[in-house]
Each structure stands twice: as structure tokens, then as C-alpha cells.
């Protein structure tokens, strides 16, 4: 007897149909691709997408792109790509216990920060004054993903990406959008707290007391638990994506808390201060000296202005630091 058996994509699509709650999103009622494409012999929609974006470059240079400190030295400081993955665990982690697409929550989890240019949230106050309204990362990601990078990828992957940012609206159209929305904050929250202690700027009791008695004294995995259990069981309750009250207000208290002491601290204010004149001069300096700008992401056909902006957004933290330093330093100390 062959102790395998052969899944193909129709099989999967079938358990699918057969495993997953009414309000999952399932890969043959995907809303498509832009460019149709013939469908593969074992992979589902939503598994091709995963796919392609683990294999793009956007994705592996995650790994050198700030999450809040600034191009770390630390081995275990989180950088975008390990947030990225925590995200993505989180997200699998409450769409399979609520029966909903875990396959198209891991490939938006996987996608959300393909965006993110460099220096964290610092890079998108320094991108903003050249384009109209605000330079968002959720917006950058589904143009890498759909012209610098284009992957072809489903409207609902796509979907996730434009709307993982809680100030975004509309918001995601499909539940596993949701997931994504409350794994990043869950994550990036946990994960900062924790870096922050083991920077020396915070102590491990330094939450406040009123939030503590929501997450619990213990700081990491039981204060992720917490939340998640927040989300399923909420959700469960009430038919939609959502977290409970009391849970949700702790996390917005969280939130405020790590503005106050971490994210806007005077020291990080005076990184991301520098953070931004490194590429607006980086932005200037290639507006007016287009023909040295680096060719990765830069689309000739399009105006000036887009593809510096392509090229500088994708840039790695060490990347934009280095290529700064060459063009800036003065010539004398070369």
C-alpha cells in the first residue's frame, strides 16, 4: 500500500469548501488576477500568491529594514522581516481557529511591509512632502507589488495589503484582512516592548499597572496569547472580526504608552530626525543627478519624481546609510 496520496489543487479547493467557516474567503471565489492565468496543477490561488511574494526580492530585504531602531547591530533586535513572520504566525494562528483562509491570511501577512521604506515610520515622514496627501507604506506595498515587482497577485491579497493600516479606509474586504490588521498591531506592540527592555530603555514592569491587569504581568508570549484569545473569542461571539472591549481598549492604552516612551522618546526623535534628512537629501540629490541613481525599482517610462521615489523607498536601512555617506562625505576625508 503507498503511504501517499496525491492532493491536487481541486482537492484542496475541496477541503476548502468542506473544512473552512461560511465567512472564509475561498480561493475559487477569488476575484481574480489582472492578467488571467491558467490554474496549477497543486496549488490553490491563495498558495501561488504565497509563493511568489516568499520569493521576491521586496520580501528578502525585509530582513535589513528598520523596525524601530534604526539600522540595528543586535542579533536579536526585531527587524521588518522577523515582525513580518511574527505577524504572519499570529495571523495563521486566528484564522485557523476561527475556520477561516489561512493560506490567504499567511500571503497578505507575508506582503503587508513590502512597502515600508527605510528607517521604519521615519521614512514615510520623509517621503510625504513630495507626493500629495500622505506617503503610506500600505500604498507603496501594492504598487511594489503590482508594477516595480509585479507578481500578478489576487485582488484579495492585494486587498489585504492597501488595508492592513488601521488609518486606511476603506478597510479589508475580507475577514483574513482583519486578521492581519490585529496580528500587526498585536505583534509589533509585544515585539517593541520587548526590544525596548532589552535596549535598557524600558523595564519589564514599566506597563502601566491598568494595562497589566488586562495582558497580564508576564511580558511576551502570555500577552500575545491574551490578545489572540481576545480576537477568536470576540469574533465567535459577535460574527465578525473584532476583539473584546476590555482587550481592545488595554491595546490602544498599550499603543499610547509606547508612543510616549519608545517610538517618540527625545533620543529616537533625534535619530528619526536624521533618519529623514538622510533621504530627503537622498530624494533632492537624484532629482537633480538623475542619471546616478541606482537602476533596482526604477521604472524609466514613469516622471522623475515616481521613480526616485520608487528607488529610495526600496532601499535597505545599511543601503540608503551607505549610499548617503558616499555622495555626502566630504571629499577631503576620502
Same mark, same amino acid.
Given at each position: 500500500?503507498?503511504?501517499?496520496?496525491?492532493?491536487?489543487?481541486?482537492?484542496?479547493?475541496?477541503?476548502?469548501?468542506?473544512?473552512?467557516?461560511?465567512?472564509?474567503?475561498?480561493?475559487?471565489? %477569488?476575484?481574480?488576477?489582472?492578467?488571467?492565468?491558467?490554474?496549477?496543477?497543486?496549488?490553490?490561488?491563495?498558495?501561488?500568491?504565497?509563493?511568489?511574494?516568499? *520569493?521576491?526580492?521586496?520580501?528578502?530585504?525585509?530582513?535589513?529594514?528598520?523596525?524601530?531602531?534604526?539600522?540595528?547591530?543586535? &542579533?536579536?533586535?526585531?527587524?521588518?522581516?522577523?515582525?513580518?513572520?511574527?505577524?504572519?504566525?499570529?495571523?495563521r494562528s486566528l484564522a485557523q481557529a476561527l475556520g477561516l483562509n489561512e493560506?490567504?491570511?499567511?500571503?497578505?501577512?507575508?506582503?503587508?511591509?513590502?512597502?515600508?521604506?527605510?528607517?521604519? *515610520?521615519?521614512?514615510?515622514?520623509?517621503?510625504?512632502?513630495?507626493?500629495?496627501?500622505?506617503?503610506?507604506? $500600505?500604498?507603496? +506595498?501594492?504598487?511594489?507589488?503590482?508594477?516595480?515587482?509585479?507578481?500578478?497577485?489576487?485582488?484579495?491579497?492585494?486587498?489585504?495589503?492597501?488595508?492592513?493600516?488601521?488609518?486606511?479606509?476603506?478597510?479589508?474586504?475580507?475577514?483574513?484582512?482583519?486578521?492581519?490588521?490585529?496580528?500587526?498591531?498585536?505583534?509589533?506592540?509585544?515585539?517593541?516592548?520587548?526590544?525596548?527592555?532589552?535596549?535598557g530603555l524600558l523595564a519589564e514592569d514599566a506597563l502601566p499597572r491598568e494595562?497589566?491587569?488586562?495582558?497580564?504581568?508576564?511580558?511576551? %508570549?502570555?500577552?500575545?496569547?491574551?490578545? #489572540?484569545?481576545?480576537?477568536?473569542?470576540? $469574533?465567535?461571539?459577535? +460574527?465578525?472580526?473584532?476583539?473584546?472591549?476590555?482587550?481592545?481598549?488595554?491595546?490602544?492604552?498599550?499603543?499610547?504608552?509606547?508612543?510616549?516612551?519608545?517610538?517618540?522618546?527625545?533620543?529616537?526623535?533625534?535619530?528619526?530626525?536624521?533618519?529623514?534628512?538622510?533621504?530627503?537629501?537622498?530624494?533632492?540629490?537624484?532629482?537633480?543627478?538623475?542619471?546616478?541613481?541606482?537602476?533596482?525599482?526604477?521604472?524609466?517610462?514613469?516622471?522623475?519624481?515616481?521613480?526616485?521615489?520608487?528607488?529610495?523607498?526600496?532601499?535597505? &536601512?545599511?543601503?540608503?546609510?551607505?549610499?548617503?555617506?558616499? #555622495?555626502?562625505?566630504?571629499? $577631503?576625508?576620502?
Amino acid at each position: 500500500m503507498n503511504p501517499f496520496i496525491r492532493l491536487t489543487r481541486e482537492d484542496r479547493e475541496e477541503r476548502e469548501r468542506q473544512l473552512l467557516a461560511p465567512a472564509a474567503t475561498l480561493s475559487t471565489e %477569488s476575484r481574480g488576477r489582472a492578467e488571467p492565468e491558467e490554474d496549477d496543477l497543486y496549488r490553490t490561488a491563495f498558495e501561488r500568491d504565497r509563493d511568489r511574494i516568499l *520569493h521576491s526580492k521586496a520580501f528578502r530585504r525585509l530582513k535589513h529594514k528598520s523596525q524601530v531602531f534604526i539600522n540595528p547591530e543586535g &542579533d536579536h533586535v526585531v527587524t521588518r522581516l522577523t515582525h513580518t513572520l511574527q505577524v504572519t504566525q499570529i495571523g495563521r494562528s486566528l484564522a485557523q481557529a476561527l475556520g477561516l483562509n489561512e493560506t490567504l491570511t499567511e500571503a497578505l501577512c507575508l506582503a503587508h511591509e513590502v512597502g515600508h521604506p527605510p528607517f521604519g *515610520h521615519n521614512g514615510e515622514v520623509a517621503l510625504t512632502p513630495y507626493v500629495e496627501g500622505e506617503w503610506l507604506h $500600505s500604498e507603496q +506595498g501594492v504598487r511594489v507589488l503590482t508594477v516595480l515587482e509585479p507578481l500578478n497577485l489576487t485582488w484579495e491579497v492585494l486587498d489585504g495589503v492597501r488595508a492592513h493600516t488601521w488609518k486606511v479606509e476603506p478597510p479589508p474586504s475580507t475577514p483574513e484582512g482583519w486578521l492581519c490588521r490585529y496580528a500587526d498591531r498585536i505583534a509589533y506592540l509585544v515585539h517593541d516592548f520587548q526590544d525596548a527592555v532589552r535596549a535598557g530603555l524600558l523595564a519589564e514592569d514599566a506597563l502601566p499597572r491598568e494595562i497589566r491587569d488586562v495582558l497580564g504581568d508576564d511580558p511576551g %508570549s502570555p500577552w500575545v496569547k491574551r490578545m #489572540i484569545h481576545a480576537v477568536i473569542d470576540e $469574533s465567535i461571539e459577535r +460574527g465578525r472580526v473584532v476583539m473584546e472591549p476590555e482587550v481592545e481598549q488595554a491595546m490602544h492604552a498599550f499603543r499610547k504608552f509606547m508612543f510616549a516612551n519608545v517610538y517618540l522618546r527625545e533620543e529616537a526623535n533625534r535619530q528619526a530626525a536624521k533618519a529623514v534628512k538622510i533621504l530627503r537629501d537622498l530624494v533632492d540629490y537624484f532629482l537633480e543627478h538623475p542619471d546616478e541613481m541606482p537602476e533596482t525599482y526604477r521604472l524609466r517610462e514613469l516622471p522623475l519624481l515616481e521613480q526616485v521615489l520608487d528607488v529610495v523607498a526600496g532601499m535597505t &536601512d545599511r543601503y540608503a546609510l551607505r549610499l548617503h555617506d558616499e #555622495i555626502f562625505r566630504p571629499k $577631503s576625508l576620502l
